[in-house]
């Protein structure tokens, strides 16, 4: 705080930076049954191997930064920044490997009729590997200046950006073993990292004297990645629960599922708030907000082999997976749910008065997963007393709201306000979901399913409201607001074909017809943008030769842009037998089903309105 006869100038300012690091490597395991002179196998009522990860970061961060002066001159700034990092890595296994029931020690005969792993009640043998990593941060800047006097400027800037990043694998299986169970074989490899980030930015200025000026800039940042490393780079989170190379003989049921359920969850708000009073009075206020939300996974379940390596050429050895009734699932529902506001309100009063406010919102919201389930290459797959199912399900899931508001008032002899909102999301789900069986034999007491289904959902809702209000003997107002929606499933940016003439992040001084533009940064970075209008694009007035002013270019205008690497990238469902045999008492049914759905609402309001001797409003 600063305040003098002559002049007073204050200064504040304010960052918190906070970043939090896990890294996880979780091993739950049977790996062998015999050594050096010892009888083989491990016999037990029940058999439990789990490994079960809940690693969680809660981290917050919050910056205040409050500025005022008063005099004859009154200059006051104050800046809040806030920043959060938080990673979590790693993965998480159970299984059983190399438990095939052969002696250890080389010259031992060998009976194949002892079985590596043996259970004898109805809880049989159990392999679950669990993932519930967390994060749950929230990042948040508040900044305010006020200035008084007869001189009088305040300007306040408010940031907070938070970056969350989940990459953990899970795994359960069995491989290589011999496995005996008088009840149920149960494999559960599950997957439900999850992210929760609630970014937050405020930025106020109050500036009144004779002549008075007040700015502020509020900017709110969120960027979130399951399945991609702190650089941007894939990681596939792998989700999969599998038997290879395993003889399985089960009085019960033997079930293998594999499960995604990554959720994102993001709240970024931005708000910018500049209040001027005097006899000549200018207020500008500014609000961004942006996020950037990303999974990917590849989820699978599977029988791969029956055949221990170590039993091959034993005199004796018998092979096959049998059970009372077999069903191999992997499903993947990951979530993203985002929602993005940007609100600035610019206000004036004087006898020449003007203010400016502008909102803007964008998001980004990505989920690209592979699901399997199947069974390869197993010369007996054998269902004894119930049936055999298959099923591959992604139920992926983004639900995308984007809000701006501005509003600009002034009011004077001579008022002019303007004030521009716009808001902005790109919405994409693509990958495969596939499920079959290839190059073995089944036989079922019951039916056979294959089954595949793809049921993703995309919903983003786009509001944008620009207001100006001006009166005085001599009046103007200018309103805009732009709404833009896209939303893909099996299309999206080839990120291979991304060669252009220029990028936003370049300085040309003009651009003409046929050049291209890729975006370096944004919801939409990596897309490429051909210019299509007849009149060349030049640097604005006012901008520095090195000012990058082809970031605030509307790309989204189709009557001038039009994107060049926008590729089908077409989602596989695939259900299918393939070199197999199949003996079912019951019926056999493979079916691919597709009930994606995409639903858009988006509204766009924009209102101008001026009062006075002479007055001209446009929106």
């Not at 016999?43 to 919050?62: F, G, K, M, N, P």
């Not at 990505?366 to 007996?380: P, Q, R």
């Amino acid at each position: 705080l600063a305040a003098g006869l002559g002049g007073g100038v204050a200064a504040a300012g304010s960052g918190v930076y906070a970043e939090n690091e896990i890294n996880v490597q979780l091993e739950g395991s049977i790996e062998g049954d015999a050594g050096s002179g010892r009888l083989a196998g491990i016999a037990a009522d029940t058999v439990t191997v789990t490994a079960d990860d809940r690693s969680s970061i809660h981290a917050l961060a919050e910056a205040v930064s409050v500025s005022g002066a008063a005099g004859v001159v009154g200059a006051s700034v104050s800046l809040g920044i806030s920043l959060a990092r938080n990673t979590i890595g790693g993965s998480v296994q159970a299984f059983i490997d190399g438990a095939d029931g052969l002696p250890a020690r080389a010259g031992e005969l060998a009976s194949f009729n002892d079985f590596g792993i043996t259970a004898r009640e109805a809880g049989g043998v159990v392999v679950r590997a669990s993932e519930d990593a967390s994060i749950g941060a929230r990042s948040a800047a508040t900044s305010v200046a006020a200035g008084f006097g007869k001189f009088a400027g305040a300007v306040s800037g408010g940031g907070a950006d938070a970056f969350n990043v989940i990459v953990t694998d899970t795994r359960a299986y069995i491989e290589d073993s011999t496995v005996q169970s008088a009840g149920v074989v149960d494999l559960d490899a599950s997957n439900a990292a999850a992210i929760d980030a609630t970014i937050l930015s405020s930025a106020v200025s109050v500036a009144a004297g004779g002549a008075a000026v007040g700015a502020s800039v509020g900017v709110a940042v969120a960027r979130n990645a399951i399945g991609f490393d702190a650089k941007g780079t894939a990681d596939p989170v792998e989700v999969r629960a599998w038997v290879r190379d395993t003889r399985l003989d089960a009085d019960g049921p033997l079930t293998i599922d594999a499960t995604a359920r990554q959720a994102i969850t993001a709240e970024v708000r931005a708000g910018a708030y500049a209040i001027t009073g005097g006899l000549v009075a200018l207020s500008a206020a500014g609000a961004g907000a942006s996020t950037d939300n990303r999974i990917k996974t590849q989820v699978a379940a599977f029988v791969e082999g029956d055949t221990p390596a170590s039993s091959q050429g034993v005199t004796g050895a018998t092979h096959g997976v049998e059970a009372q009734r077999i069903a191999i699932r992997a499903d993947d529902s990951s979530t993203i749910v985002s929602h993005t506001g940007a609100a600035s309100v610019a206000t004036t009063l004087g006898l020449f008065s003007g203010a400016v406010a502008i909102g803007i919102a964008q998001a980004r919201n990505e989920i690209t997963s592979t699901v399997d389930a199947y069974a390869s290459g197993v010369d007996l797959l054998k269902a004894t007393a119930g049936g055999i199912a298959i099923e591959a399900v992604n139920g992926a899931t983004i639900t995308a709201t984007a809000t701006a508001v501005s509003a600009a008032v002034s009011v004077g002899l001579v008022g002019v306000a303007v004030t521009g909102a716009g808001s902005d999301s790109v919405n994409i789900v693509r990958g495969a979901v596939r499920a079959y069986v290839d190059d073995s034999d089944l036989v079922s007491a019951g039916g056979v399913d294959v089954k595949a289904t793809d049921a993703a959902t995309l919903s983003a809702n786009l509001n944008t409201t620009a207001a100006s209000v001006a009166g005085g003997i001599g009046a103007g107002a200018l309103a805009i607001g732009t709404a833009t929606a896209r939303n893909f499933i099996g299309w999206g940016t080839d990120a291979s074909s991304s060669a252009a003439t220029h990028t936003t992040d370049g300085t040309p001084a003009s651009v003409t017809t046929g050049q291209t533009v890729r975006l370096a940064s944004g919801p939409d970075a990596g897309a490429v943008y051909k210019y299509i209008g007849s009149t060349p694009l030049v640097r604005p007035n006012g901008v520095a030769a090195d000012g990058q002013w082809l970031k605030w270019v509307n790309f989204t205008d189709t009557r001038k842009w039009e994107q060049v690497n926008l590729a089908a990238l077409p989602s596989q469902v695939h259900a299918y037998v393939k070199d197999a045999s199949i003996d079912a008492e019951g019926a056999i049914e493979v079916k691919a089903t597709e009930t994606t759905k995409v639903s858009a609402d988006m509204t766009s309001t924009a209102v101008g309105v001026a009062v006075g001797k002479y007055a001209v409003a446009a929106s």
